[in-house]
């Protein structure tokens, strides 16, 4: 390798630049290879979770264990209790999350969490939530019940439906409702039967995710070793034949 001046370039060894890159170029290269095996596990997981909501019936799936993520489909009719969820934000505006006890035809109930409405002028105003009757197929995920916050006012006991609501705790849905599961449902969107605004982040980091961490680690390695090899060679010449470094 040379330049216009006649002066070239040669490979200069340097423990310590040798070190720091042995050291940090097979860290980078593993946390890749580590993202690409989340990858392929969080994709099984999911093949197995879509496997089993084609061949599972509702009761079989509460019966093995109700994991968050899940998707689902059930059928059967919405009932009469329904909770709005407090303090629900979309695009600065506030509202509720509509949270309605649904009967799947076998199998216990569940809570099922419809999607967000606009909170109205006044607080002693609650929002005008319309349940749709007869039998219904909804499709959704599997999530959690909304916990509190650790610091919490205690919950002021409410008569009549809807009532508003800081949280649900899985504990105070089963004192209306003493079969409920340990898990609600979500509606995967705004197109399902009964559903308001249910336009979700989504719970689970995907595969893709991953991915895209593994190729942001290898692209690190890659740009090290060529560093590394840059680094390495050293101009010589006149001026440069003594230069030990």
């Given at each position: 390798?040379s330049?216009?001046?006649g002066?070239r370039?040669?490979?200069?060894?340097?423990?310590r630049?040798?070190?720091?890159t042995?050291?940090?170029?097979p860290l980078?290269?593993?946390?890749?290879?580590?993202?690409?095996?989340r990858?392929?596990?969080?994709?099984?997981?999911?093949?197995q979770?879509?496997?089993?909501?084609?061949?599972l019936?509702?009761?079989?799936?509460?019966?093995?264990?109700l994991?968050?993520g899940?998707?689902l489909?059930?059928?059967?009719?919405?009932g009469?209790?329904t909770?709005l969820l407090?303090n629900?934000?979309?695009d600065g505006?506030?509202g509720y999350e509509v949270?309605?006890?649904?009967?799947?035809?076998a199998?216990?109930?569940?809570?099922?969490?419809r999607?967000?409405v606009?909170?109205?002028?006044?607080?002693?105003?609650?929002?005008?939530?319309?349940?749709?009757?007869?039998?219904l197929?909804l499709a959704?995920r599997?999530?959690?019940y909304p916990e509190p916050?650790?610091l919490?006012d205690?919950?002021i006991?409410?008569?009549?439906w809807?009532r508003?609501v800081?949280s649900?705790p899985?504990?105070?849905a089963?004192?209306e409702?003493?079969d409920?599961p340990?898990?609600?449902v979500r509606?995967?969107d705004s197109d399902?039967?009964?559903?308001?605004r249910?336009d979700?982040?989504?719970d689970l980091?995907?595969?893709?995710?991953?991915?895209g961490?593994a190729?942001?680690w290898f692209a690190?390695a890659?740009?090290?070793?060529i560093?590394t090899v840059?680094?390495?060679?050293r101009k010589?010449?006149?001026?440069?034949d003594?230069?030990n470094?």
């Amino acid at each position: 390798m040379s330049d216009p001046q006649g002066q070239r370039r040669h490979w200069h060894f340097d423990w310590r630049l040798m070190l720091f890159t042995g050291l940090f170029l097979p860290l980078l290269i593993g946390l890749g290879l580590w993202q690409l095996d989340r990858a392929g596990q969080k994709q099984a997981m999911l093949d197995q979770w879509q496997q089993d909501a084609l061949d599972l019936e509702w009761p079989e799936l509460v019966a093995r264990g109700l994991e968050s993520g899940r998707p689902l489909a059930l059928t059967g009719q919405f009932g009469e209790r329904t909770w709005l969820l407090d303090n629900r934000t979309r695009d600065g505006v506030p509202g509720y999350e509509v949270l309605t006890v649904f009967h799947p035809i076998a199998g216990p109930a569940v809570v099922v969490n419809r999607g967000w409405v606009r909170a109205p002028r006044t607080r002693d105003q609650l929002p005008e939530v319309a349940t749709p009757e007869g039998a219904l197929t909804l499709a959704g995920r599997v999530s959690d019940y909304p916990e509190p916050p650790v610091l919490t006012d205690p919950a002021i006991p409410q008569e009549g439906w809807p009532r508003r609501v800081q949280s649900l705790p899985g504990a105070a849905a089963r004192a209306e409702i003493p079969d409920l599961p340990d898990a609600i449902v979500r509606l995967a969107d705004s197109d399902q039967p009964g559903a308001f605004r249910a336009d979700w982040t989504p719970d689970l980091m995907g595969p893709q995710t991953h991915y895209g961490y593994a190729t942001q680690w290898f692209a690190l390695a890659v740009a090290l070793s060529i560093l590394t090899v840059v680094a390495s060679y050293r101009k010589t010449g006149a001026d440069n034949d003594n230069d030990n470094g």
